[in-house]
């Protein structure tokens, strides 16, 4: 019987042909076409044969597109499957990645929106003197539970991952190694 690839193995699997898709695209994309500099010399030679042989990198390259799709599928195959445990609730691991990147990241924005605004002075100087020693900002918000929110939040951030890492380390997918 095999043995599966962990989250984290596939993890750093496609980083690593993410990489390899990079150079090849490079390589293409600098060895399709290229000048020949002996061209018209009296003693003209046969061209060289460039370093790179443009159809095989363009198989090699969809070869590790495909790859790439099929790691893909089984991260989030293994994602939707898989519930763990958090705050007392069953979720899946998509739904637990989906929280720390989209829903908490969205809601500290919100909290990071309260903040003291003044307008200038300029926006007063049309008042007397007297009138302008009257004008003070009104906060619609207590600075003190925005700043604990926002660190409750942070907190749970900070929760989550380490769970993603226990399980990207232990959580076995469906490819062989």
Known sequence: ???????????KKVKHIDRKIEKNKDRVARWCSYFNVEVGQLNQKPLPDPPYNTEKLIQALNDLIKLRAELQ??????NITNTVEYKGKKMSIDELIVLKTKTL????????LLRRKEKTY???SHMPEEERKQVYVVN?????TRDKN????EDEIAKIDTILDEINITLP???DR
């Open 1 to 11: 019987m095999s043995e599966k690839m962990t989250i984290l193995e596939v993890l």
């Open 73 to 78: 599928h089984a991260l989030h195959e293994a």
């Open 105 to 112: 990241p969205m809601m500290l924005g919100c909290l990071r």
């Open 122 to 124: 300029q926006n007063t």
């Open 140 to 144: 619609q918000f207590n600075p003190t």
């Open 173 to 175: 997918t469906t490819i």
């Open 150 to 153: 926002i660190d409750e939040i």
